[in-house]
């Protein structure tokens, strides 16, 4: 862990750090494939004998979650943190009712008597997947279910899964149960993926999941497409830091640590102009590395995907930013507005260095489900938007159709389907067939 130079980067080590995590896919898809095939073929009975083997019996219990599960969750959070829920809830509400469209300015009229305009409507089943294995996330289930909430999506379905003792984390039921949602269940993993794309006895099958989770959630979330829509391969997360000479080093490094306690297939990296920030900022993961009761993951993570690099050339630095595309990336200059307007490829961005990738995580209201791996190039953040989707309308009056009705039969004679060009002219009292 040391500042190199950026322009002194490797292809090989260029490709390792551009591509992170993903090329450990095709390790972990067999396994993942005949977990999909399992749930696809025996449903619950498949989820009973991996959890239930896992639990006992008396430990898991049912599928979904129970009243009393619930019951039990308010009893051992703090106060404190329903209070914190709370602020969360209503940041992210107003700013995914903001993104909220109905449309009524689309419409064009091409000709005189034509309309053509585009409506909105709610995905009316949808799947939430809210991750545990290494951590606790009720601030994903507030990012994830609050979109639905406001887009109108009539039946919510959350999975996620349980811990040593069987049961889903109780902040993580208090952050569902809060917001009103009832459909909760014990499940994880591709299992989780799975259960929502194919349904079985005790989970609905949904027409679109959403959420993030580790390489076997995202690879599953793929092989799922055949018959579900997702909302963005969002895999191991990762932050991306760019810092010219007024940037604080213990704030860099205390939100490269934030990102790399997520797990070891985490990407934190720092891209700067100063020798002395990129040397500064390695003291200082050193120094608060120590304490971090997390830090074993995140040495992992940094020796395997991480970069401190520095370059002389900003125009550099921002090439780079755009062909990694980070899911997260800080801006920590000394006009960070100005680098926005040069970034193409990001996730989720934070300007200036009080915006810390944690207040986005939690509390100003923007998702946190966001593009990973590369995937930032063309996959947008979550949005109210992704929970619906257009649907086509157009109306032509007897006018209107009769103003392109030439255009329609010689285009349909062109391509030989003499019955699309009939269809015009027998409204018109002459037949083609």
Not at 73 to 100: C, D, F, H
Request: net charge positive; proline share 5%; hydrophobic share 40%.
């Amino acid at each position: 862990m040391k500042p190199i130079r950026l322009s002194d980067i490797t292809k090989a080590d260029y490709e390792r750090i551009v591509r992170r995590s993903k090329g450990r896919d095709s390790d972990i898809l067999p396994s993942v494939q005949d977990t999909m095939s399992q749930i696809r073929t025996y449903g619950d009975a498949a989820i009973y004998k991996k959890y239930r083997t896992r639990y006992g019996e008396s430990a898991y219990g049912s599928i979904r979650v129970s009243q009393n599960e619930i019951a039990d969750a308010y009893r051992s959070v703090k106060p404190e943190l329903i209070a914190a829920l709370r602020q969360m809830q209503k940041n992210i509400t107003a700013v995914q009712g903001a993104q909220l469209t109905r449309v009524k300015d689309t419409e064009v009229r091409p000709e005189k008597g034509i309309r053509v305009w585009r409506e909105w409507r709610a995905i009316e089943k949808v799947g939430l997947y809210v991750p545990g294995g290494k951590a606790i996330y009720p601030s994903s289930v507030l990012m994830t279910a609050i979109p639905a909430q406001v887009a109108g999506c009539g039946e919510i379905v959350l999975c996620s899964p349980p811990r040593e003792n069987g049961r889903i984390p109780a902040a993580t039921l208090v952050a569902a149960d809060m917001i009103g949602l009832t459909a909760i269940y014990k499940i994880g993993g591709a299992e989780a993926i799975a259960a929502m794309a194919y349904g079985t006895e005790s989970i609905p099958r949904v027409y679109k999941i959403f959420g993030a989770g580790n390489a076997s959630v995202t690879a599953a979330k793929m092989l799922a497409l055949d018959v579900v829509s997702i909302d963005m391969p969002a895999g191991p997360s990762e932050i991306f830091v760019i810092a010219d000479e007024t940037a604080n080093p213990a704030y860099i490094a205390a939100d490269l640590l934030a990102d790399g306690e997520h797990g070891e297939d985490s990407a934190c990296v720092l891209l700067t102009t100063s020798w002395r920030i990129a040397t500064e900022t390695v003291a200082e993961v050193r120094k608060q590395l120590r304490n971090l009761p997390t830090s074993d993951r995140v040495q992992k993570s940094l020796a395997a995907y991480g970069v401190f690099a520095v370059s002389e050339s900003m125009d550099q630095i921002i090439a780079f930013t755009n062909d990694y595309a980070p899911e997260h990336l800080e801006i920590m200059t000394r006009n960070p507005g100005r680098l926005v307007q040069k970034i193409r490829n990001a996730g989720s961005v934070f300007v200036g260095p009080f915006t810390s990738k944690a207040s986005g995580d939690y509390a100003t209201g923007a998702n946190h489900v966001l593009p990973t791996g590369g995937m930032a190039k063309m996959y947008p953040p979550l949005g109210v938007d992704a929970y619906g989707k257009w649907m086509q309308v157009q109306s032509c009056t007897r006018q209107g159709l009769k103003a392109i009705k030439t255009s329609i039969e010689t285009v349909a004679e062109t391509e030989q389907l003499p019955a699309h060009g009939n269809s015009v002219s027998i409204r018109f009292g002459r037949k083609n067939i």
